[in-house]
T-cell receptor
Framework: DAGVIQSPRHEVTEMGQEVTLRCKPI?????LFWYRQTMMRGLELLIY????????DSGMPEDRFSAKMPNASFSTLKIQPSEPRDSAVYFC??????????FGNGTRLTVT | AQSVTQLDSQVPVFEEAPVELRCNYS??????LFWYVQYPNQGLQLLLK??????LVESINGFEAEFNKSQTSFHLRKPSVHISDTAEYFC??????????FGTGTSLTVIP
């Protein structure tokens, strides 16, 4: 099992540019989560999918953020336009119901 | 709604000394309880979990946690820490809807 795979590992972009983060969950898992981690706010849940359907997106900061899960093996988190305050480490995690979360190694985003 | 409180943001401890990282939660429903560990530049990894049964759970590297329902606590302990235990530790709960709630984390630093 390759685990949760996130790409890219690092992303540096200029303010105003579009950023797309990618995630491949563990095969067979039916839930997928996007988290953001910063020193100031810690670990924040952005959005949660169950069986490819968004269940809770109340953590998405604003309309500049969007997430999709077109199929069970792929999800994207898009920021358009990006701002310096979006700089953080973004984690994707997947799970089976009633099981623990398996995290990817994260994408470190820097917006200059 | 569920919430998790980690009372200590930073815990320095000398090598081979015992350590306790505190975690309290609040919930109106039955929950599962977890401790995750995060090493630098990595995602969170499951350390141990309580789903049901014995209230004392152990990890393979010597950590243990005890579920105390009356005190709504799930404190993490290790009788003798090693340098390699230096990391960030997160307490989490999940509810029947498979929503995960994380504490703000405790940074454990083991001093040689």
């Amino acid at each position: 099992d390759a685990g949760v795979i996130q790409s890219p590992r690092h992303e540096v972009t200029e303010m105003g540019q579009e950023v797309t983060l990618r995630c491949k969950p563990i095969s067979g898992h039916n839930s997928l989560f996007w988290y953001r981690q910063t020193m100031m706010r810690g670990l924040e849940l952005l959005i949660y999918f169950n069986n490819n359907v968004p269940i809770d997106d109340s953590g998405m900061p604003e309309d500049r953020f969007s997430a999709k899960m077109p199929n069970a093996s792929f999800s994207t988190l898009k920021i358009q336009p990006s701002e310096p305050r979006d700089s953080a480490v973004y984690f994707c995690a997947s799970s089976l119901s009633d099981s623990n979360l398996h995290f990817g190694n994260g994408t470190r985003l820097t917006v200059t | 709604a569920q919430s998790v409180t980690q009372l200590d943001s930073q815990v320095p401890v000398f090598e081979e000394a015992p350590v306790e990282l505190r975690c309290n939660y609040s919930s109106s429903v039955s929950v599962y309880l977890f401790w995750y560990v995060q090493y630098p530049n990595q995602g969170l990894q499951l350390l141990l979990k309580y789903l049901s049964g014995s209230t004392l759970v152990e990890s393979i590297n010597g950590f243990e946690a005890e579920f105390n329902k009356s005190q709504t606590s799930f404190h993490l302990r290790k009788p003798s820490v090693h340098i390699s235990d230096t990391a960030e530790y997160f307490c989490a709960v999940s509810d029947p809807g498979n929503q995960f709630y994380f504490g703000t984390g405790t940074s454990l630093t083991v001093i040689p």
